[in-house]
């Protein structure tokens, strides 16, 4: 295999440690393809608001496709270039569906607003009762009526105790075309975006204009809501630690991200 043009990386559980950190080696390998003049592009679950730390780490900027490609942002900026919404009807139509199909489960929106911290936008928003799958300062709890007020570019379902791939077989015989269904931990947590929406749309929105195909993009993950990017990749990488599903479908599995597993393949072209 030629060096790839682009490097599609999904953020937690794969670029990132167990100790959510960039490692030296994982650093050096990601700057020395860049430095080669290859595309890096984070692809993550996580919301603008969650980049920074990582381009901290990482010591440059790259574009990132968030909130699994519902969202396309840039944070040498700190702009979102582009945001997919779920419609206020949309949300009330799966607000619906959870109440049936898996009662007691807790309901959460992402928003967005121009920016990656946007005060005129409380931009995590909860019913109440909701319980976290992680740490979440940002959170305002409001009715469920107001939570269901605003399009969205993310609904979170939480029902702890339950594992999240029960949960999504649970709801998908209900959901049908009204939106995609997926979730980046086993902890109970089903994560919703827009009919159509993936890591793999997101990133085709960013390479698109610059004449690249996704046949020359490598791209690593480790949990289900990477399987899109990882499949439409020219060459698709599973961490090591990955969801058995995830590992079945790439390409190529590679060592844990504990054991730089990104890094290890990069180093076949830059080492």
């Excluded at 390409?251 to 054991?259: C, G």
Aim: glycine share 10%; with cysteine.
């Amino acid at each position: 295999m030629s060096p790839p043009a682009v490097i599609a990386s999904d953020v937690d559980g794969t670029l990132l440690d167990g100790q959510e950190r960039v490692t030296d080696r994982t650093r050096a390998a990601v700057r020395a393809a860049v430095d080669d003049g290859a595309r890096f592009i984070l692809a993550t679950g996580r919301p603008p608001r969650w980049i920074a730390p990582v381009v901290d780490a990482l010591g440059f900027a790259p574009m990132a496709v968030c909130a699994n490609g519902a969202v396309v942002y840039d944070p040498a900026t700190d702009r979102v270039l582009s945001a997919r919404t779920l419609s206020v009807a949309a949300l009330r139509e799966l607000a619906e569906v959870v109440a049936r199909a898996i009662p007691g489960a807790g309901l959460a929106v992402e928003r967005i607003g121009e920016r990656a911290h946007d005060a005129a936008t409380p931009q995590f928003v909860s019913s109440p009762g909701y319980e976290h799958a992680w740490l979440n300062p940002d959170d305002t709890e409001v009715s469920v009526e107001d939570l269901l007020s605003q399009p969205a570019i993310k609904l979170l379902i939480r029902k702890p105790g339950a594992t999240s791939a029960d949960m999504a077989v649970q709801l998908a015989g209900h959901v049908g075309d009204t939106a995609e269904l997926t979730y980046s931990t086993d902890n109970g947590l089903i994560e919703v975006v827009p009919t159509g929406i993936t890591k793999a749309t997101g990133l085709a929105e960013i390479i698109g204009p610059l004449g690249i195909g996704a046949d020359r993009m490598i791209a690593f993950g480790d949990m289900p809501n990477d399987l899109p990017m990882l499949l439409s990749a020219g060459h698709g990488v599973a961490m090591g630690n990955g969801h058995p599903a995830v590992r079945a479908a790439a390409a190529e599995v590679t060592a844990p991200n504990t054991e730089d597993g990104l890094a290890q393949v990069l180093e076949r072209w830059w080492g």
